[in-house]
């Protein structure tokens, strides 16, 4: 066997330090075997990868990469080790931004909502809704622990993994909320407008004494519309609480 050239490379070009004179058929064998796989992985992970981040929100289940792993979740684990992906929750992971890789990055809990529900519940679907919608909104400085999403089907909170906090889920007709296309970190996601988010809050506030929640609609409510807020009351049966927020302002 020629000592300088296999398949047409140098033995250098593997890598090799001894030299193939010395090697016997099958342990070449068992070499190409091994770069073979290794070559499989690294496209395997390359495709993983690409499929992630062209994904809603950057964010994939673990079952979305059957089609590429045998076993995704603990192909996902490995790159989150490595820092290339986050693990959001429980099986369910997004990409980190290039600039972050191998880092500590972590997305706000409001992207982190809005992409964990596009990733259960499909793109544009999700609405972020109530005290996150305010945060989105900028009114409401304090940081909060816990995510709201509107959804067309019932689902149980998930607890976040890399955070003290959880996604809760409201089943909301989804379609009929006035809402808006935000920027996030990890892509669009779609958000109760102010007006939807006034009257939000203070229907799960009837007696107007979440301090938080108050804080919340005096900050929006320079922001809002009148009639916005009117055809919003009118069409989700929400006129005596638009009336209770007006009289207060």
Known sequence: MDDRVIGGASRVAFGLAVPLRTWGWGA????FLVVATKLCMVNAEREVLRLIVRA???TVRAPDLAG????????????????????LAHGIYCAVPPEHVGGAWRPTIEAAAGAIATALSGDRVPVL????AAR???ALPRAIGVGYVAVPNQRRPIRLADRDG???FAMRAVANLDAVAV???????????PEQTVLDLARADPRAEDVDAQEAIDALWPECDPAVLGAIAAR?????TYARIAANR
């Open 183 to 193: 920027t996030t970190e990890l892509g669009q996601a779609l958000v109760t407008t």
């Open 166 to 168: 959880e996604i809760r």
């Open 129 to 132: 809704t109530g005290f996150t």
């Open 136 to 138: 989105v909104h900028q």
């Open 68 to 87: 590429v792993y045998a076993f995704p979740g603990p192909a996902l684990s490995a790159l989150a080790r490595r820092g290339v992906v986050h693990r």
């Open 236 to 240: 989700q049966r929400m006129r005596a």
């Open 28 to 31: 070449v064998t068992v070499y």
């Open 56 to 58: 809603p929100m950057r």
